[in-house]
């Protein structure tokens, strides 16, 4: 009975070494194959942006703008990632203040430009600025709001643009670094450590943030414009002033859908349950023609931004109901959270 005993034992010890190394790959996938390489270009593109701002700040450089479009398409690649690095000393918001309800952004620059604050010539006196008056939402202002662009004096300006490429390569930095120095090494060790003490919690902060990611798309990337039909919000859209509100969408949805590829575990068709639903969203948004959402206040626009919306939460939805229970995170988990 004894022998029978050791053999079920050796018969259920393999098992649930491959269950376990399973999670690892998924997580470790991911974390190689998607954070890091995300967040080495967000820090490579916003050198370059800061870089190219202290040899050109002027608004309507077209220099400046494409490299403050290709640092904005880094920074999308990886904005679902709101936990870790990201989350630690306000990085997250002092990189996208946004949405801005109450404008706030608009107020803070008019402000600084205003008074000619000096609070802007170090580094360490701009990291003290309101939220609202850095990262890119701040710089889509100074470089395509006609108050803002065109406030104050040309000098100053210039150095609030140069302030604040500056101050959002450092955050892209900070970040890049601490998960280069041990986050990533915590996710991928993760039940060895305080940080992730099994490999469910780190699966959970990923799919947490794969769900954040889609969820912040359907309902504020699309649903603020969108509004009601009876009030549609096409000035409430993302990034409305350089004309990047659709292409965020894009970009969000392709980044999302590679992280979800990567996440899930290569046996039962899983992938074939939940990749149809992303690639769905994904044409729909590539053949959508409506650069800043312009078409939620006439009928037809409206109906074809409205399945986009559908296509997303239908992505959302496939990553609870399947995607969830099969890498062992109990269905319902809190996507907002992270982790």
């Known amino acids: 009975m004894r022998r029978l005993f050791l053999a079920l034992g050796l018969c259920i010890l393999p098992l649930a070494a491959i269950a376990q190394t399973e999670a690892q790959l998924s997580v470790a996938r991911v974390v190689d194959q998607h954070i890091l390489p995300g967040y080495a270009a967000l820090e490579r593109e916003t050198g370059a942006l800061a870089a190219l ?13 494409v ?37 706030m952004t608009p107020r803070s620059l008019l402000r600084l430009i205003e008074e000619e604050d000096p609070v802007i010539d170090s580094a360490e006196g701009f990291a003290t600025v309101s939220i609202a008056a850095r990262g890119f939402y701040a710089l889509e202002f100074l470089l395509y709001d006609a108050q803002v662009m065109t406030a104050g004096s040309d000098a100053y300006r210039c150095a609030l643009v140069q302030a604040v490429t500056a101050d959002i390569h450092r955050t892209a930095a900070q970040i890049n670094a601490a998960w280069l120095g041990d986050f990533a090494d915590l996710m991928r060790s993760a039940g060895q450590n305080e940080r992730f003490r099994s490999d469910a919690e780190a699966l959970r902060a990923l799919l947490g943030a794969l769900g954040h990611g889609l969820e912040y798309t ?94 997303v939460r239908g992505a959302d939805a496939a990553v609870q109901a399947v995607l969830a229970p099969a890498l062992g995170v109990a269905a319902g988990f809190n996507a907002m959270d992270g982790d």
């Open 218 to 311: 359907a309902d504020l990337r699309l649903g603020r414009p969108l509004g009601t039909f009876d009030a549609p919000r096409p000035l409430r859209a993302e990034a409305r002033r350089s004309g990047r509100s659709l292409r965020h969408v894009q970009l969000a949805l392709q980044s999302l859908a590679e992280m979800a590829a990567l996440i899930t575990p290569a046996r039962d068709g899983i992938g074939a349950r939940i990749m149809p639903q992303f690639n769905a969203a994904i044409q729909r948004a590539q053949a959508l023609d409506d650069p800043v959402f312009a078409g939620v206040s006439e009928p037809q626009g409206r109906l074809r931004i409205e399945d986009l919306q559908r296509r």
């Open 67 to 103: 490299a403050y479009g290709t640092a904005f398409d880094a920074w999308i690649r990886v904005s679902h990632l709101a936990f870790g690095p990201a989350e630690e000393e306000n990085r997250l918001f002092s990189l996208s203040f946004w949405p801005d309800q109450r404008g």
């Open 53 to 65: 701002a202290q040899e050109d700040c002027r608004a309507l450089s077209p220099d400046l703008r």
